[in-house]
């Protein structure tokens, strides 16, 4: 049962069934029945019953809950674990040291920030009036998650709205649900009342669409590609709802000429290939200053080809399979047509038989680890979201170029700067257009600051203050002190010359 409303797991009533798949070897994990439309009202309207008492509960209330919630997922990290790899084919140890941990800890800032609203002071803006600010929830939030992190994307789009005091519906991608679901109960085992926390598992295009149109819904929180952003901003100003959209990513990596090169590889190789390349920050282009191309490209090759790639649940496996057979084709589909137009693919490549303690890989969706040079700065493994272990590698000569070339994508979510030249950082710093500059590193992620892009990466933070004051909106509460009847202002209306507040 792959629905979660009101406090209760159901079936969908949808004709078409959801089938979750370990990516890794092809088995069934669990199937059961999509969201129709009709469930997705049901969840929201679950949701709307359950705003008034959850919105008006003292941040304190909300915020010992969290903290309970922090708690239970703790308790259940190991099982959370389990399903998470089933589910997406991650390595155990990314899932184990990244995933559940980093849900956790968001768990527990968003408790702290539950308590922390903030406002312009309370002031005599005018001599006539005090003025106040009143930060509130706004109601129902419809989200839509993708399968990359399904448990951390829960959290990020669950828990700052919630301890803002909003209701939540959420739609997990179809094919990685399990963990949200998970999520979903453990609020419900941490006291969070009925109906807070929805989970809807169907289609994007019928579950999804009639989530964004409910005109119960007050605002949608997507973080997925920026086609389906652009279709989801565009079903959402029919009702003019709020947004919030974290699109795609295509981060790239600018390594000077007085980087520490050794740092620059390995940083290279983990930020592309963590997990399997399908993040959305993930290094994807690293343009690397001349003399220093040959040597970097010679380095990561020797890197990636130590990479173990298999079985994921192995103690020792870095890299698992893609998240379906159908990211696998995708991933393939650009890797050969970069072929066919010229370019050379250093190490990797392809789709893999054997894993690297020669296990068979034949029935899982994996891809090598890949790194190519020699293709055009416009061609499309350069300009598209590939979302696989794949790094193409292009040399620059100037500062300036290389922070243009860097620049010169539709995406705008994460870049990175590697250099020992404090100027030239904060050069890059500034000229990058994303909404994250790393320096000298290159994916690194923290609670207490925000994630969120900038063109066509959308709009939005997440996690972090910022990610709190999203799901708030702030109304001004302007007082009366002067006891007129007749304001000063009102001259602006009536005729004559004497202050209606005088005569009083
Ligand atoms: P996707 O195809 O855009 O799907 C994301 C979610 O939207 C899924 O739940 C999907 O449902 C749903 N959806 C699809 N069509 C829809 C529609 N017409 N109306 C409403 N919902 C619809 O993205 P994905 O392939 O799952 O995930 C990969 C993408 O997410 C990449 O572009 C990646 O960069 C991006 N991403 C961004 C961030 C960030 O923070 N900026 C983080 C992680 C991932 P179904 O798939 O279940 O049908
Ligand atoms: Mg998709």
């Keep these: 049962m792959l629905q979660f409303i009101s406090g209760k797991l159901i079936d969908g009533t949808d004709n078409a069934l959801i089938e979750v798949i370990d990516p890794s070897n092809g088995a069934t994990v669990e199937t059961g029945r999509a969201a129709s439309p009709s469930d997705v009202g049901d969840a929201v309207a679950a949701a709307r019953d359950a705003f008034p008492d959850w919105s008006r509960e003292a941040p304190s209330t909300r915020s ?9 997922l703790a308790d259940r990290a190991d099982a959370l674990v389990e399903s998470e790899v089933s589910q997406t084919g991650k390595p155990t140890k990314l899932a184990a040291g990244f995933d559940i941990p980093g849900t956790i800890d968001n768990a527990s800032f968003f408790a702290g920030a539950a308590r922390a609203l903030e406002g312009k002071g309370a002031a005599e803006y005018s001599p006539e009036h005090t003025s106040y600010i009143r930060r509130e929830p706004i109601g129902v939030i419809g989200s839509i998650a993708p399968w990359n992190y399904p448990l951390q994307m829960a959290g990020w789009k669950i828990l700052p709205a919630i301890a803002a005091g909003n209701t939540v ?13 998970a999520f979903a109960q453990a609020c419900a085992d941490a006291g969070i009342p009925d109906g807070v926390v929805n989970v809807v598992t169907g289609y994007g295009a019928i579950a999804g669409e009639a989530l964004v149109a409910h005109p119960g819904v007050s605002m949608v929180s997507f973080t997925g590609s920026t086609t389906v952003g652009r279709r989801i901003m565009k079903i959402a100003s029919e009702s003019a709802k709020r947004v919030q959209l974290e699109l795609g990513g295509k981060a790239p990596m600018v390594v000077f000429d007085d980087a520490d090169l050794e740092a620059a590889i ?9 997990n399997t390349g399908q993040d959305c920050t993930a290094a994807t282009r690293v343009y690397v200053q001349q003399p220093l191309f040959d040597q970097f490209v010679d380095g990561v090759a020797e890197v990636m080809s130590q990479i173990r790639l298999g079985e994921p649940r192995g103690e020792s496996t870095d890299l698992g399979p893609l998240s379906s057979l159908a990211q696998q084709t995708r991933v393939d589909g650009y890797v050969r047509r970069a072929e066919s137009y010229g370019a050379k693919i250093i190490t990797g490549g392809a789709i893999p038989t054997k894993g690297w303690d020669g296990s068979d890989l034949t029935r899982g969706s994996y891809f090598e680890p890949t790194l190519i040079t020699g293709v055009d700065q416009r061609s499309e493994i350069v300009q598209e979201e590939v979302f696989g272990p794949v790094l193409v590698a292009l040399p620059f000569e100037s500062d300036a170029e290389g922070i243009s070339l860097a620049n010169d994508t539709q995406y705008g979510l994460a870049a990175s700067a590697w250099t020992r030249d404090v100027y030239r950082a904060n050069t890059a710093s500034r000229e990058l257009a994303a909404g994250c500059v790393w320096i000298n590193d290159h994916i690194p992620i923290i609670s207490e600051m925000p994630h969120g892009g900038v063109k066509g990466s959308g709009f939005g933070k997440d996690m972090s203050s910022y990610g709190f004051d999203e799901y708030t909106t702030v109304k001004h509460v302007m007082f009366d002190i002067t006891g007129n009847a007749r304001k000063d202002w009102h001259r602006t209306i009536f005729a004559g010359n004497e202050s209606p507040g005088d005569a009083r």
């Excluded at 010992?64 to 239970?72: P, V, W, Y």
């Excluded at 390995?266 to 963590?274: D, N, P, Q, S």
Aim: aromatic share 0%; charged share 5%.
């Design 169 to 181: 519906v959420i739609k997990p991608a179809q094919i990685t649900p399990l963990t949200t679901i």
């Design 266 to 274: 390995h940083g290279a190789v983990a930020a592309a290939l963590i």
């Design 64 to 72: 010992a809950a969290l903290i309970r919630l922090a708690g239970i």
